[in-house]
């Protein structure tokens, strides 16, 4: 009976865990990733916009972040479709998703938006760029940078500290459901109480590494990635034609710290000023 009941009790473990898996790989970011495929490779843009125009009707608010992860699975398969569509014609198409994606980042977490920030960087004009279309885009590059720069810092918890947690495999004995304990009395009340115990502490462990993992990795992109973007807005404003009002507006726009504001601004007057 005992070892009936212990069988029992793991069969219906993994039975729960096989839920689970089915329902996650179900998601409709996998569900979609195929039919996404076949429209990069099939190479009609407008059927390309005509989806992600109905993924925004469909996705636009699931807390999931589902659109954004669309947009950035349609970004991604553009940039690996690069010799299909040719460099510049694929960069451009990229831009355009991976900014569709930035509009659903408020769901997601500062990692995944970090990720697609990197992914927008003009460049000069050049052959392939005009000066009309640099101009246009080095603003939007600096306005998603900004906004981020300001995300980070919003979310820093400064009264943070790390919290210490301790993980365990070890269970308390359980009486398994239509087993008997050691005194031979069966008790599926005391089961109850034990799992809802463990579940309980489970959860708030789970949260205290959420918030330990997200504040450590917030102020690694504040000591790390913000300055990162600031040496890309410095150098994309040094680049002609200048336009250092327009620059000092977007500083203003995002509620930038004077301090850092009059680096960035006398930082690009130096670049400017020796070239």
């Not at 009790?9 to 729960?16: E, K, N, P, V």
């Not at 099939?42 to 989806?51: F, N, Q, S």
């Not at 299909?84 to 994606?101: E, T």
Request: net charge positive; hydrophobic share 35%.
């Amino acid at each position: 009976m005992h070892m009936k009941s212990k069988f029992a009790w793991t069969f219906l473990i993994l039975c729960c865990l096989a839920v689970v898996s089915v329902t996650a790989a179900d998601g409709p970011v996998q569900k979609d990733r195929p039919k996404i495929k076949e429209l990069v490779k099939a190479g009609d843009v407008a059927k390309i916009d005509e989806y992600a125009e109905t993924a925004l009707t469909k996705w636009e608010n699931s807390p999931d972040g589902v659109y954004a992860q669309l947009m950035s699975e349609i970004a991604q398969e553009i940039s690996d479709a690069r010799e299909q569509y040719g460099l510049m014609k694929s960069y451009m198409l990229q831009r355009k998703y991976v900014l569709r994606a930035l509009k659903g980042t408020k769901y997601l977490g500062a990692n995944f938006e970090e990720t697609l920030v990197g992914k927008l960087s003009i460049g000069k004009p050049s052959g392939s760029i005009s000066e009309e279309t640099f101009v246009a885009e080095r603003k939007i590059d600096v306005a998603v940078r900004l906004r981020f720069w300001r995300r980070i810092l919003n979310e820093i918890d400064p009264k943070w500290k790390p919290v210490l947690i301790i993980w365990t495999d070890s269970i308390p004995p359980l009486v398994h459901p239509g087993g008997r304990d050691a005194s031979g009395k069966t008790d599926p009340e005391r089961d109850r109480q034990a799992i809802a115990k463990i579940e309980e502490d489970r959860e708030k462990k789970m949260k205290l590494h959420k918030i330990n993992t997200t504040q450590f990795m917030l102020r690694e992109l504040r000591d790390k990635f913000i300055p990162k973007m600031e040496k890309y807005i410095v150098e994309i404003y040094s680049t002609p034609p200048y336009n250092t009002a327009e620059l000092s507006e977007l500083l203003d726009k995002y509620k930038i710290d004077e301090v850092s504001k009059k680096r960035i601004l006398d930082s690009v007057a130096a670049k400017t000023k020796s070239q």
